[in-house]
């Protein structure tokens, strides 16, 4: 099992939104979470990242399980990085190796002869080299390229853009996390045709397991393989 709830009762103030739920997500299912609106499916996304603690019963996440979550809060987040390095952020752990490579590359340069410096820098090209570090540029800019933005637009400050197009820089970051488990939250309400059918293609092939929250049937109908509905508490 990738991640889930044991009996897990989840309430906003007296109001239960929850009530002793269990639901297992193993690797590679494809689900669809539906339900009427305001039933608590985003609540559910909350309490699977840990937004949200229960207040009974346990939510499960194996500790090597990577999650992706997209959903509408994160477009308020506002930046002037470019897209193209909030996209790079994705790969935080090459970046820092790359920052630290160009920096004993410069001390280097002072003192070449500093055997230590030079076996430190030679592992962290190896470990750049594992991380496969070398290519995080090129596969940013197809992925962006493929969603739909120019490459003259790859420069431009993320906060120039609109709520679409924003959208499609986060899951074009969340992509190239490439996350065991992805978690999406109504993604095709901010998407246009071509970046829906794009990222329908990117699902089908998706390895991991993935988790859609969506009222567009005809969505769902090719994406997932189970659906998974959500109903309001009973005499609430
Ligand atoms: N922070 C909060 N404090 C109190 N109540 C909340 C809070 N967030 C959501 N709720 C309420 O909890 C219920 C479940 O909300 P949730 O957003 O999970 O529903 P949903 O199924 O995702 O709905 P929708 O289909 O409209 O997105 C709703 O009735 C909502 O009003
Ligand atoms: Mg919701």
């Known amino acids: 099992m990738l991640a889930g709830f044991q009996n897990v009762t989840f309430e906003f ?5 929850i009530e002793d739920s269990t639901w297992h997500i193993h690797p590679n299912e494809r689900i669809g979470l539906i339900g009427y609106n305001g039933t608590g499916k985003s609540t559910l996304l909350k309490l699977l990242v840990g937004e949200y603690q229960p207040s009974k019963g346990e939510v499960i996440r194996s500790r090597n399980t990577s999650i992706g979550y997209l959903h509408q809060d994160l477009l308020s987040f506002d930046t002037n990085e470019s897209i193209l390095q909030v996209a790079l952020g994705a790969f935080e752990k090459v970046l820092l190796l790359e920052k630290e490579i ?25 470990e750049m080299d594992t991380l496969d570090g070398y290519n995080i540029h090129h596969k940013t800019e197809e992925i962006l390229q493929g969603l739909g933005f120019a490459n003259a637009d790859l420069q431009r400050p993320y906060k120039e853009f609109s709520g679409g197009w924003r959208m499609r820089v986060l899951l074009a970051k969340m992509i190239l996390q490439q996350p ?10 901010h998407l ?7 990222l329908e293609k990117y699902l089908l092939h998706y390895q991991g397991s993935v988790v859609i929250v969506s009222h567009d049937r005809w ?5 997932v393989t189970k659906i998974v509905e959500v109903f309001p508490c009973q005499g609430k």
């Open 13 to 17: 103030g007296a109001r239960a939104i």
């Open 102 to 126: 160009e920096e004993l590359g410069i001390q280097l340069e002072k003192n070449h002869e500093d055997e230590a410096l030079l076996h430190l820098y030679s592992d962290k090209l190896h």
């Open 180 to 189: 065991d488990l992805l978690l999406l939250d109504e993604p095709t309400n």
């Open 192 to 198: 246009d045709l071509p970046s829906i059918e794009w």
């Open 219 to 223: 969505f769902l109908d090719r994406m």
